[in-house]
């Protein structure tokens, strides 16, 4: 299964690398925002998507409507914030997101996560 991880903090790219290698994922790529993202995406095929939401220049919402556009709604995303407030939320939803996780976050809530997205791996 490919990953790609979304941040423009590298010491959380870090952090997710570490606990998705914690429950069994192996192939991660990371990109450092949206833009770069967008371009990987072009050239390989992702499995899952997990990106933080607030990034410049691209933010995670702004990556996942324009992966949603491009046709891609079938695509697993899943938003990472520190940010909690429910229009967030409902504004993800609206615009495809499969699942919301809030930091700072388990190994344990991201495998339930990811469970809950792809259904058992």
């Known amino acids: 299964m490919q990953v790609l991880i979304v941040d423009d903090y590298k ?3 870090r952090v997710i690398r570490n606990l998705l290698a914690q ?3 192996k192939n991660v790529d990371e ?3 949206g833009t770069m ?3 990987m995406m072009k050239h390989k095929n992702y499995d899952l998507v997990i990106s933080d939401w607030n990034m410049e ?3 995670g919402l ?3 409507k324009t992966v949603r556009a491009n046709g891609n709604d079938k695509l697993p995303f899943i938003m990472v ?7 967030n939320v409902v504004a993800a939803r609206q615009a495809g997101v499969n699942n919301y996780i809030v930091k700072p976050f388990s190994a344990e809530i991201l495998k339930s996560k990811i469970a809950a997205v792809l259904g058992s791996f």
């Open 57 to 59: 220049p691209m933010t």
């Open 31 to 33: 990109a450092t925002d």
């Open 37 to 39: 993202a967008l371009d």
């Open 11 to 13: 010491t959380m790219l």
């Open 23 to 25: 429950i069994g994922f």
């Open 62 to 64: 702004e990556l996942l």
């Open 81 to 87: 914030t520190a940010e909690s407030k429910i229009e």
